[in-house]
C-alpha cells in the first residue's frame, strides 16, 4: 500500500499429489482476515505452457537432459558428486522424452529433465537439480 504496488498471490500447483484445494482456500481466508486484498490470483499451471517453451530452449541449448535414475540412486549420485549417464544423451533424445513428458505417454514414466550443472558444488541442491517431472496425479 506504502509504494501503491499491486498484490499478486500465486500458488504453486506443480505438484497435484502434495497438494489440496482445502490449503488454497484457507490461506485466501486467512489472508482476507487480516485485511489483504491481491490484485489477482495466479496459479503456476497458468504458465504451463510457456514453462515448457523454456524448458524445450534450454534442453536446445544443452543446459538440460532427460533422466530416469531412481531417486535414491540420483540422490546418492548428487552427494557424492557422480555424473548421471544420461547427461550424455543427444539433445533428440532429450527432447523426445521431454515430448513424451509433455503428453503423458507411458514412455515418459520416470523420467525428468535435470538441469546441467556443476556436480562438485558444494552447494549439494545445486548439482544437476531436478526441473520438471510429469506427475499423473489429477489436478485440482
Not at 12 to 37: L, R, W
Not at 46 to 66: L, N, S
Request: charge should be negative.
Amino acid at each position: 500500500k506504502m509504494y501503491n504496488g499491486k498484490m499478486i498471490l500465486r500458488f504453486d500447483d506443480t505438484n497435484p499429489s502434495k497438494e489440496n484445494d482445502n490449503f488454497v482456500e484457507n490461506i485466501k481466508s486467512d489472508i482476507k482476515t487480516m485485511g489483504i486484498y491481491p490484485e489477482r490470483v495466479t496459479y503456476t499451471s497458468d504458465y504451463f505452457d510457456i514453462i515448457q517453451e523454456h524448458m524445450k530452449t534450454m534442453i536446445k541449448k544443452g543446459f538440460c537432459y532427460a533422466d530416469n535414475t531412481e531417486h535414491e540412486e540420483m540422490k546418492r549420485q548428487r552427494d557424492e558428486g557422480i555424473e548421471s549417464t544420461h547427461r550424455l544423451n543427444t539433445e533428440e533424445f532429450n527432447l523426445e522424452k521431454f515430448e513424451q513428458m509433455i503428453v503423458g505417454d507411458d514412455k515418459a514414466k520416470g523420467w525428468c529433465i535435470r538441469a546441467k550443472m556443476n556436480m562438485q558444488n558444494l552447494v549439494k541442491c545445486l548439482r544437476d537439480p531436478v526441473l520438471y517431472r510429469s506427475n499423473e496425479s489429477k489436478h485440482h
